[in-house]
């Protein structure tokens, strides 16, 4: 079975993946088979967890920078980056500049 259009371009706009070729639709439907695994999982009356580790306290420790200021050294590593920050994943379609980027979040 296919993919639906529609439910193609979302991905694509989401992912920023092209998916229009023969071997991007190929590795889409591998991993959505892959996925339905999942369905063959009995999960009757299983309730959702928040956390694999609801069963412990988690912290957030403070965000105190400790030794570096080496951004820029680190963004040298970057495939893509946007700003000061690392593009994940760095797809195939490029990220809308900053005078688009509302209308591409308005659509999303």
Known sequence: QGVAVAVLEHLEHLALVDFRDAEGVERLQKAIQFADQLHEVNTDGVEPMDSVLEDRCLYLREDDVTEGNCTNEL??????????????????????????????????
């Not at 590593?77 to 591409?104: C, H, Q, S």
Request: charged share 30%; hydrophobic share 30%.
């Open 75 to 108: 963004l040298k590593n970057a495939r893509e980056k946007v700003e000061e920050y690392f593009v994940a994943p760095p797809g195939n379609i490029p990220l809308p500049k900053l005078e688009e980027r509302d209308t591409f979040l308005q659509s999303s």
